[in-house]
């Protein structure tokens, strides 16, 4: 919404603007999972390792429907672009899962995957190509709707994995500060 809403205020040249939304993939499978583990039961255990693809797949499903009708269509005869869905995190932490299985998953048009190195070895190796982020779309509601029968709640899920991420970024932004300043003062210390 905040997107299409700065699109629509803008006076200026849409085609110049670019944005994506970001999702971190496999740290919901591992939150989920670890909460599933708690549950214990053989229906809560066959959960684990599904939310995250189901989550990213009903995220596609409200991009799709954002930037569809008559909203979209005015702003994109102005140059507008999609903001797209950008699957971030998408290694797979836990062994027992394929290690394509973010990936293989969630393929389909105006979607952007950050992988890690390794992550683009194995899928160049034995990954599968295929548009699959709008197909299966019940069975990922099915899914997602299935963890709130277990007592697993997602807006919790959603603002530990939040609350996690803004310190982790938080961590490594004041790293880089750091990093900064010493070679400034190397510098500095040169002239």
């Given at each position: 919404e905040a997107y299409l809403s700065g699109l629509e205020a803008c006076a200026g040249d849409l085609s110049r603007i670019a944005s994506v939304a970001s999702f971190f993939i496999s740290r919901v499978d591992t939150e989920v999972d670890r909460r599933l583990d708690a549950v214990g039961t053989p229906e809560?255990?066959?959960?684990?390792?599904?939310?995250?693809v189901a989550q990213g797949k009903?995220?596609?499903?409200?991009?799709?429907?954002?930037?569809a009708?008559?909203?979209?269509?005015?702003?994109?005869a102005r140059g507008?672009?999609?903001?797209r869905p950008l699957w971030a995190s998408t290694s797979t932490k836990n062994p027992a899962y394929p290690d394509t299985l973010y990936v293989d998953e969630?393929?389909?048009?105006?979607?952007?995957?950050?992988?890690?190195?390794?992550?683009?070895?194995v899928f160049s190796d034995h990954g599968t190509v295929a548009r699959t982020v709008d197909a299966r779309v019940d069975e990922a509601q099915a899914d997602w709707e299935a963890l709130r029968s277990?007592?697993?709640d997602v807006d919790?899920?959603?603002?530990?994995?939040?609350?996690?991420?803004l310190t982790s970024f938080v961590k490594s932004f004041e790293e880089l500060l750091t990093a900064l300043?010493?070679?400034?003062?190397?510098?500095?210390?040169?002239?």
């Open positions: 809560a255990l066959e959960q684990r390792g599904k939310a995250a009903l995220a596609y499903k409200l991009f799709s429907e954002a930037f009708g008559p909203r979209w269509e005015a702003l994109s507008a672009r999609v903001q969630l393929i389909g048009p105006d979607t952007v995957n950050t992988m890690p190195d390794q992550t683009i070895e277990f007592g697993i919790d899920v959603a603002r530990v994995l939040e609350e996690e991420g300043q010493v070679k400034a003062d190397e510098i500095a210390a040169q002239m």
